[in-house]
């Protein structure tokens, strides 16, 4: 299924919690939720980790707000809003992490 | 594909609800059917018709509005959220319809997928 | 899809505080509704929202409704698959003792498995 | 003593225009003052006269006016956020007004505290 | 000066971030913010030596709302709005961590 | 009180990211009216509040206005004291190099001890 996390993971656990109970599967970053994307942070091997058990992707367009999109963590793969679509459209079910 | 979308906050305050929109327009570009669009807590806010944003900045109910327009998306504002802050028939914009929360379980009942977009 | 044709898997994940939004009050409106139109209901709580089953919540002092006693009425809805993520309720110092309705407890890899297996997610 | 207001979210969603309420009654009940009460963001929603909360729970934009009207508190909404929310002379409740933020800057100014209440 | 902190400290990095950045003072608890004052948690500790460097306050209707009332951390004390607007008062100004 | 009568120390302390909330740019709007009523005033950037001021948004994607430039057109309206968080940018990977304008980096110590002298804190 696919995991939707949409808050900073230096101010909120939804990260955290997501990744401790979902399995595995896809993980899509958006809004906010992108800052984990972002190599050189102290969530920079958290992140990796996640990468070990999950398929993580990123909302380009919200990448790009945030000028994050040149810092992107190896292994991450940036959707526009088309890519999020199929996400969606692949996986039977999502839980938005709000 | 049948996409149904839930919305939960108001606009301006979170990206919840340019977030839900965008998503929308995408589903509809590559050619999937959006079932409904529910707007539930302050997601009702969406569906003021008041709402006059600055010149340069995105209209976002009127945005709604022209997608229910252009599209004939359905968009169904909960009237229990609605009453609650403020909502009702004479302030309500363009395209949207105010319902009870039926209509929310019934978008997760007939759509394929059901998105939620919060805080 | 659930067995029975016509029927999906509901699961509310509540994972908010009571009071301090109101999305935990919003969201038992949603499973009350849901009720009606005879679907497999269940309810997960994980994080903060094993909160709203703690017991002895008196809201009289901050002039909001009470609405954990809907929690009790969820049996009557034949609501009855309340399932609380271990972790949180340890985490919490809290105990099944400390809470207003019978849940079942399940650790976070369990109700994991569990949301996976579902038709619909609605997410408070 | 002077106290300022400030409110930062919309009323129902979350606890804080509850907690700010509950506060100014304080306030008064200890012979203290309220300068100004400013609504801003989301909290601009706290001055919508359509609310309609079911019977049994509190009301809270009635709330508000009624304390302007028993005590002659000065709420006021700021213009900007409003315009972006759909809060207008039409849907604005008895007790609050409408101005800019210069309103808030002057409470700052004039008050001896400033409370924040928010999410 | 009056820190107040408003979210719970399961979920949010706010009470972290206050007691981080202020020196001392005084420290007031309300709406999902009281969640730190209670006793057993995993946030138990933390609180406890948060009382060494700050005076702590607890909104009491709050705790009351969330059923929180009897399990109080040691050193806490319990406010009522006036008490809530007493500490306002008897600061110079106050910081909502928001 | 500041050291001239009738003037007050107002700081404005920032701890959210740009975008997915509107705080910042409405705390934005705030400062450019205090600058008007000749207060001493100066901006604090904590936690993800350092966010704001990062180089290179493009917000086209988002169908949203870029206001980042605004922090650049702050020294304009004679808003020159902008303190930023040592920490918080050490966590975030970023350096002063990152972002839009000239701070002043403090530790989170010498932060708490600005903000304990002020007259009025605005906190979004």
Redesign the interface.
């Known amino acids: 299924m696919l995991h939707i996390v949409n808050k900073s993971p230096f101010s909120s656990q939804a990260l955290d919690s997501c990744v401790q109970v979902a399995p595995g599967g896809d993980l899509l970053l958006i809004e906010d939720g992108v800052y984990a994307a972002s190599s050189g942070t102290v969530a920079d091997n958290f992140m990796r980790d996640i990468l070990k058990r999950f398929r993580v992707f990123a909302l380009g367009p919200d990448l790009e707000a945030r000028g994050l999109a040149d810092r992107l963590i190896d292994g991450i793969t940036p959707v526009d809003y088309a890519g999020f679509v199929d996400l969606v459209a692949r996986n039977k079910t999502c839980q938005s992490w709000l | ?1 049948k ?1 149904g979308i ?1 919305v ?1 906050e ?7 609800s ?2 839900a929109y ?2 929308c ?3 509809l ?2 050619g ?1 059917e959006i079932f409904r669009v529910f707007f ?3 997601g009702v ?1 969406n569906a ?7 010149q ?3 209209n976002i ?1 009127a945005r709604w509005s022209k997608l229910a327009e252009e599209h004939g998306v359905d968009l169904v504002v909960c009237v ?2 609605a ?6 028939d ?2 309500l914009a363009p395209g949207f319809r105010i319902s ?3 209509q ?3 978008a ?2 007939q759509a394929d ?7 | 899809m659930s067995e029975e044709p016509g029927i999906k898997k509901f699961m509310f994940v509540n994972r908010k505080a009571p009071y301090g939004t109101v999305y935990a009050l919003e969201a038992l409106e949603v499973v009350l509704i849901t009720a009606a139109f005879d679907q497999d209901v269940s309810l997960a709580f994980l994080d903060d929202g094993v909160f709203q089953l703690r017991k002895g919540q008196q809201t009289k002092g901050i002039e909001t409704k009470n609405f954990s006693p809907t929690y009790r009425a969820l049996e009557g809805y034949d609501i009855e698959k309340l399932y609380v993520e271990k972790e949180a309720l340890a985490a919490r110092g809290l105990t099944e003792d400390d809470l207003l309705v019978d849940v079942t407890v399940l650790d976070r890899k369990a109700l994991g498995v569990l949301m996976d297996e579902q038709d619909v997610i609605l997410s408070f």
């Open positions: 594909m996409f839930l939960n108001g606009p301006y305050q979170h990206q919840a340019d977030t965008l998503f327009k995408a589903v570009a590559q999937h539930y807590h302050d806010n003021s018709r008041l709402t006059e944003p600055p340069d900045d995105r109910v229990a959220a009453l609650r802050r403020g909502i009702k004479e302030n009870g929360l039926g929310l379980v019934e997760g009942i997928r059901l998105v939620t977009f919060g805080d």
